[in-house]
């Protein structure tokens, strides 16, 4: 083949090369143009909800929006339809509540979005992602921020936050031979003042837990946000404590099942660089008064305040003996192992190999308590309860009957009172979020008031006794 014939071969591969070019990127222009997006939002309006919007335009009218947004670090997401109307250029909205239960979002939560519009031509255009703060607009926020974490907060507060901030990134790195590196997503914590505050932006619940229960610190760990109450004095130990909550989902729970509460609470009190109670004195009192629990077959916390006061100082100690006896890479092996989807009973017998009971009992004799023999529990029989003799209810007091207590007399402003001290603290708050979060709380009790009832159905017959007299 001679020269010319070459360069004409050349000539033609080069012109077919050009043309080619110049279609697909024809093609391609003409389908990106043919929706454009002249503006997109995603606004907070905490604590009711969060407001998407997109304006958009299209050759041929637009058929659907849909919103697809995830939640902080959640593995899901949403995906949901905007309302509008079909036309060539159409406003779209789309309003999603978080003001229920199953729902709530905390505050200071990231949401990415993008939208995705379709025409009836067929043609799909999808915005790039976008990210919002889902701040609590009753205020305006600040951040201070190190490494992966970043503490939101409003008024002069700011050292204060440095110092949770600080207190975290201390454990962060202290605890980092526990659960190995587990520092690469973002961790957000909104930081209140005060107790007002701070139940303005909980889940929504009962009145009756509102008023019972002060929450001093709040995680979320799937979705990587803490809430934190920051003007009280526990504040540093409560966000140390929150954080490892977050260390513990990201190490060790997994897609089956979560890490028992014994070893979440116990890892997460351990970690705590500013521990504010001694729960060595609560366990002391357990042992000596016989009332230590069997810790490794509590999945979750009890409900009495006192058992729940043991149940952490429990919790505490044997993840310190596990750590100190086995060391901390045993623990993160433990972690690692539960994670993958192995149980937590087979966990320990694979990674420390011993039973959770022998766990149990060798922990339980270093700290001098009696074994847990689970086999002689059950042989021991619940003690009788002899049944009352019924007799004769009367309004005065008679010799083999019972005195009834009036209800219809009202003495508490004609009879003086004193208040006693109550030790006891109801026990049917019960948090209906505790599934989804963990959290720090302390419970008000309420002082009683003594009836003075039966005092006056007594005076009554005592009069007539001295007139007969």
Known sequence: MNFSSQLYLHLVFLGLAIFCFIFLSTVTLASDSDIKIKSASAESEFPEGIRFSVQAISNSRISEIAVNFRIGQQVSGVYEYLDFEDALEVEGSLFWKTNTSSKYVPPGTIIEYSFSISNESGNTFDSEKKYLVYSDTRFEWQEVELGTISVAYHGPVKSRAEDLLDAMNQTLYSMEPVFGDVQGDPIRVTMYNNVAEMMGALPPSSSTIRSELITEGQAYPDIGTILVLGGGRLSRGTASHEVTHILVHRAGDSVFSGIPSWLNEGLAEFGNVSPSFSYDVALDFAVHADRLMPITLMRNRPGDPEDVIIFYGSASSIVEFMIYKFGPEKMLNLLTEHKSGRNMDDSIEFIYGITKLELENQWRNY??????????????????????????????????????????????????????????????????????????????????????AMFLLIIPPLLIWSRRR
């Open 367 to 452: 700290i001098g308590a009696p074994a847990y023999e689970p086999e002689l529990l059950e042989k021991k029989l619940p003690t009788p309860i002899p049944r009352p003799t019924v007799g004769l209810f009367s309004l005065t007091p008679q010799s083999g009957s019972y005195s009834i207590k009036s209800t219809e007399i009202d003495t508490s402003e004609n009879l003086s009172s004193y208040d006693e001290p109550n030790d006891r603290v109801s026990t049917d708050i019960q948090d209906p979020d505790a599934a989804q979060s963990t959290g720090c709380n302390r419970l008000d009790t309420k002082s009683s008031v003594t009836d003075y």
